[in-house]
């Protein structure tokens, strides 16, 4: 999230899948040894940010997702691509994607196979905590669903990574919200290089 | 601010200063010891929090503040009343205010003076610059004068109190600032009971 509240910026497209300017919300994670291990790179660093992001990525055992995030729009039977994640992408678990268009699951290489939920968030949700079991059921966003999350008092536990830019315009995590409140409490701030993470959990 | 990033609620007025809901931005800081002292209370507990408001005011030697929140808006010759602060006001320094409305240097208890800028926040500021010498200016808010200084380089180090309510709607502290960047990272993240405090410093 940037200081001024975006998670994306703005004009969204095929170009600019996180809007204009909104790839320097992610610059932090992408030298950090702990991103790149998943995403088949080598090398990298450590720092402050690494065991935030071991620690999160650690208990999962599926993840729930937006179309955006998967790849964009459907319907898929005109624009039937496997999503901006490439033949091996970083999940290596389940992944359920909230979409309007039913489509076959698509099983990737190195573990991930992507779900296509058509009746909504809390249904991704409820197929995704069955497939984890004892296992976390990790929301990656995008803003919409994680909204529709926070909304619907779905969430146990978050991590918001602020970084201090601002978009000046784009999509907000937080608006929208219609009067809810999150119900939540911070149990941890770390500041690391080029961002901050908060951790809150469910205090009701 | 609040996790949705406003400083203050919807529909500020005589009654709701802070806007409604507004108030519970700051009520982590009102059964703080290191916050009662100044404004004359006896008691209060010490936590997470309690350095950081220590070392915040520690070095101050003058404060800078928008009209409203010193009492709201002029013209003083028809609206002659003191401000929020009562006659005893927790600054116990010269305290400058950004103003349309020229008035006297207002003299309270306990060291605190308030004078009345017209000429804009660049030259409140050198005025408080002046009178702190080798110690801080402190720029208390509101929103609109903050928002000032970030948009114009004048901060080399801030503080957000961040609140994990909603109050979707209000003032936003980072809003409309026409394209600026801060240029600043954070150099501390503290979680304390119902806030958590950021520090961000001048990078550039």
Redesign the interface.
């Known amino acids: 999230m940037s200081?001024?509240?975006y998670v994306a910026g703005p004009n969204q497209s095929v170009e600019h899948p996180l809007g204009e300017g909104g790839m320097a919300l992610h610059e932090w994670v992408f030298g950090l040894r702990a991103w790149r291990e998943p995403h088949g790179m080598e090398g990298g660093e450590d720092n402050a940010s690494t065991p935030v992001v071991e620690r999160n990525l650690a208990g999962v055992g599926a993840y729930v997702m937006g179309r955006n995030m998967f790849g964009g729009r459907g319907p898929w039977a005109e624009n039937p691509w496997d999503g901006w994640w490439g033949d091996d992408p970083p999940f290596h678990l389940p992944v359920y994607v909230v979409t309007h268009h039913a489509r076959e699951p698509l099983e990737m290489q190195g573990g991930t196979t992507f779900y296509f939920v058509t009746d909504g968030v809390e249904s991704a949700l409820a197929q995704a905590r069955e497939t984890a079991g004892d296992r976390d059921v990790f929301v990656s966003g995008g803003a919409s669903v994680a909204r529709q999350c926070f909304a619907n008092g779905l969430i146990d536990e978050a991590t918001?990574s602020?970084v201090?830019?601002?978009l000046?315009g784009g999509e907000?995590l937080?608006?929208g919200?219609?009067?809810?409140?999150?119900q939540?409490?911070?149990?941890?701030?770390?500041?690391a290089p080029?961002?901050?993470?908060?951790t809150?959990r469910r205090s009701g």
Chains 1, 2 share one sequence.
């Open positions: 200081l001024d509240g918001l602020v201090p830019i601002l000046h907000r937080l608006d919200l219609d009067g809810a409140q999150l939540m409490e911070c149990v941890e701030a770390v500041a080029g961002v901050t993470h908060l809150y």
